[in-house]
T-cell receptor
Framework: DSGVTQTPKHLITATGQRVTLRCSPR?????VYWYQQSLDQGLQFLIQ???????AKGNILERFSAQQFPDLHSELNLSSLELGDSALYFC????????????FGPGTRLLVL | KNEVEQSPQNLTAQEGEFITINCSYS?????LHWLQQHPGGGIVSLFM???GKKKHGRLIATINIQEKHSSLHITASHPRDSAVYIC??????????FGGGTRVLVKP
């Protein structure tokens, strides 16, 4: 158990809908990362937050947005969902958001029908 | 060409064999991560390297910054080592770029 929690574990929804994925980092970790893992693209970095502020941005679509709240949990919002958004979404956390180990959550499996 | 290339893509070994997975990258990096993804999907960070060599149990990771290359070795492999091993590099802008993964199957 990494100490990072993600909810929900599974999500099935329809095209055009909007969903919110939630992540709680390990106790004491200030930085949260979001990743997408799809069958055709592999693992991709989406976005990183540190203590509530956006720190780095990767291949995140404009239809996706994220934020980190004062209690350090983070949410990833996916809107106008398409079939191709079906993937595993991982959250990870680290202490300072720098050169240290990241701890991964169990992931949320999203299926868009 | 991908920024991070792993080889082989798939590897089958007999229990007890020595396994090597390679990772080559084309950009300047500040650190390299080796991750293990279990069949159930969970990801565990094995190592983070910026130079030299690290060892944890039967796992050894090395990196050669000049040659832009890293290797992950598994000594005395065991069926529970069966997983996908993923190399990821941290380059400019603090983002991680991932290799395609190496699927390892260790047969008893």
């Amino acid at each position: 158990d990494s100490g990072v929690t993600q909810t929900p574990k599974h999500l099935i929804t329809a095209t055009g809908q909007r969903v919110t994925l939630r992540c709680s980092p390990r106790s004491g970790d200030l930085s949260v990362y979001w990743y997408q893992q799809s069958l055709d693209q592999g693992l991709q970095f989406l976005i990183q937050y540190y203590n509530g502020e956006e720190r780095a941005k990767g291949n995140i679509l404009e239809r996706f947005s994220a934020q980190q709240f004062p209690d350090l949990h983070s949410e990833l919002n996916l809107s106008s969902l398409e079939l191709g958004d079906s993937a595993l979404y991982f959250c990870a956390s680290s202490a300072w958001g720098g050169l240290e180990t990241q701890y991964f959550g169990p992931g949320t499996r999203l299926l868009v029908l | 060409k991908n920024e991070v290339e792993q080889s082989p893509q798939n590897l089958t070994a007999q229990e007890g064999e020595f396994i090597t997975i390679n990772c080559s990258y084309s950009v300047g990096i500040s650190a390299l991560h080796w991750l293990q993804q279990h069949p159930g999907g969970g990801i565990v960070s094995l190592f983070m390297l910026s130079s030299g060599k690290k060892k944890h149990g039967r796992l050894i990771a090395t990196i050669n910054i000049q040659e832009k290359h890293s290797s992950l070795h598994i000594t005395a492999s065991h069926p529970r080592d069966s997983a996908v091993y993923i190399c990821a590099v941290k380059a400019a802008g603090n983002k991680l770029t991932f290799g395609g993964g190496t699927r390892v199957l260790v047969k008893p």
